[in-house]
């Protein structure tokens, strides 16, 4: 399985490394995230200022490159620029839960409407500050939850 991980936390935030090392586990990982925190970003994308992109060091078995700009534009460049296919794009893990109206302003939630446009499904995750850790133990059941009631076949977007 080949899998994209985005958010908009950042390239270095706690929760993306949390999701890249679950992910490993079931196939290949490409991470592509914001070079700095892009909270609150919704669906911004950048049409006029050269981004910078960069390859970096994450973890072992992770291709990862930072991103300077939006969740958005990092599953752009992620699937138009690095020219790829993707299973599943994950976004998360969110520091800070996207529930109600802050689904209007999340990038974490904006990134998988993102890879939705680009005909790829996605699952946001999000949890509260300083529990990223427990949530991605939860990975596996929210997972299997997922594939065992083919919840794909009913829509290609989800946030949880």
């Known amino acids: 399985m080949r899998f994209l991980i985005v958010n908009d936390d950042g390239i270095n935030a706690e929760g993306i490394k949390l999701l890249a090392e679950w992910a490993k586990k079931y196939g290949e990982v490409t991470v592509v995230a914001p ?6 970003m919704s ?11 960069k ?9 990862a490159y930072s991103c300077d700009s939006t969740p958005a534009d990092c599953v752009r ?13 994950l976004s998360g893990i969110n520091r800070g839960v996207n529930l109600g109206v802050d689904l209007i302003y999340s990038g974490t939630v904006a990134a998988v409407f993102e ?6 499904r996605a699952l946001a995750i999000s949890t509260y500050p300083d529990s990223q ?6 990975l596996d059941d929210i997972y299997n939850y ?4 083919k919840l794909f076949d009913a829509a290609d977007v ?3």
């Open 35 to 40: 070079k700095v925190e892009q909270s609150g």
């Open 43 to 53: 669906h911004a994308i950048n049409f006029t200022e050269p981004m910078e992109i």
């Open 115 to 120: 890879a939705a446009y680009w005909k790829t």
């Open 133 to 138: 850790e427990e949530a991605s133990r939860a």
């Open 55 to 63: 390859r970096v060091e994450l973890m072992e078995g992770v291709e």
């Open 158 to 160: 989800y946030n949880v």
């Open 146 to 149: 997922i594939e065992e009631n």
């Open 77 to 89: 460049f992620g699937i138009m620029g690095l020219k790829r296919s993707y299973d599943l794009v």
